[in-house]
């Protein structure tokens, strides 16, 4: 069965880096998503990507923030100058349609 | 505002027994319903979904959940429960032309043997 594949699993940083989170898409999906969820709470979304351009995005999503598909199969969540509060697991997911998307299995982002 | 509720954090049922888990939503637009399932390590996966229709809705793993739309719930049942279904249990709604969906806090599902 087709998967969503996020790398790293894990990724440690200190404040104020830049992380690049990866995933890799069901290749022949048409939407793409990033969602995130800080220990204990609830699933947020962040983002969606289709044709290539941001179609949705939330108040999460601020200027620290921004996804590319660089090469038509990657697709990658940048996170410009992390902060504390950036501590959590964030999902990829992708989809045909607009719903019922498959999502990765997460990278969990700690930073210290 | 739109919301999803899921009252209950845990829930422990003996392996054999039958399962709801309820989930409510306040949501302005027709909604599309969800529910995902999250097991230790892994990824969120999609049990079921409801969009229009028939308002009882079967997924996989033997899953099964109700859109009553007068309630505005949209419950999960399992007749039988299994041991590999302890899990964390997510209820999500979301609406045509928007691209996100609202979740629910999850409900961690508990086997006795």
């Known amino acids: 069965e087709p998967e969503v594949t996020q790398t790293p699993s894990h990724q440690v940083t200190q404040m104020g880096q830049e992380v690049i989170l990866r995933c890799v898409p069901i290749?022949?999906?048409?939407?793409f998503y990033w969602y995130r969820q800080i220990l204990g709470q609830k699933v947020e979304f962040l983002v969606s990507f289709y044709n290539n351009e941001i179609s949705e995005k939330s108040e999460i999503f601020d200027d620290q923030f921004s996804v590319e598909r660089p090469d038509g199969s990657n697709f990658t969540l940048k996170i410009r100058s992390t902060k504390l509060e950036d501590s959590a697991m964030y999902f990829c997911?992708?989809?045909?349609?607009?719903?019922?998307?498959?999502f990765g299995s997460g990278t969990r982002l700690t930073v210290v | 505002a739109q919301s999803v509720t899921q009252p209950d954090i845990h829930i422990t049922v003996s392996e054999g027994a039958s399962l709801e888990l309820r989930c409510n939503y306040s949501y302005g637009a027709t909604p599309y319903l969800f529910w995902y399932v999250q097991s230790p390590g892994q990824g969120l996966q999609l049990l079921l979904k409801y969009f229009s229709g028939d308002t009882l809705v079967q997924g996989i793993k033997g899953f099964e959940a109700e859109f009553k739309r007068s309630q505005s719930s949209f419950n999960l049942r399992k007749p039988s429960v299994h041991w590999s279904d302890a899990a964390e249990y997510f209820c999500a709604v979301g609406a045509i032309g928007n691209y996100q969906l609202i979740w629910g806090a999850g409900t961690k599902l508990i086997i006795k043997p």
């Open positions: 290749s022949n999906h048409l939407y």
């Open positions: 997911a992708s989809g045909r349609e607009e719903y019922g998307y498959t």
